[in-house]
């Protein structure tokens, strides 16, 4: 079956970084596009960034523009985002989500996500 299953969350101080893992299984990653979003308490979902399955190419929200990095290794099934410098604003849960190809496709399938939380 398909799954995705975020790691690495955690609680960290402003300007620290942490690097989250979405593991995938049940598909072949190389044809699919991932992407992270987030969610806090209050606010709607967020899309962070997608890494595209044509090209490794990546795309990225404003507000996490030259701080976060989306990169993907398809033989270990693994999607990573590294967060730097991060903001008491980044606190959320964050989730990888499937795409059908590229970022601009739908996404069907979503992991549970995991907490990321900013604080001093």
């Known amino acids: 079956q398909v799954q995705l299953v975020e790691s690495g969350g955690g609680l960290v101080r402003p300007g620290g970084s942490l690097r989250l893992s979405c593991a995938t299984s049940?598909?072949?990653?190389?044809?699919?596009?991932v992407g992270w979003f987030r969610q806090a308490p209050g606010k709607e979902r967020e899309g962070v960034s997608c890494?595209?399955?044509?090209?490794?190419?990546?795309i990225y929200a404003e507000s996490v523009k030259g701080r976060f990095t989306i990169s993907r290794d398809n033989a270990k099934k693994t999607v990573y985002l590294e967060m730097n410098s991060l903001k008491p604003e980044d606190t959320a849960v964050y989730h990888c989500?499937?795409?059908?190809?590229?970022?601009?496709?739908?996404?069907?399938?979503w992991g549970q996500g995991t907490q990321v939380t900013v604080s001093s």
């Open positions: 989500a499937r795409g059908w190809g590229m970022c601009s496709d739908e996404y069907d399938y």
């Open positions: 049940g598909f072949t990653l190389d044809y699919y596009a």
């Open positions: 890494s595209s399955s044509s090209n490794g190419s990546a």
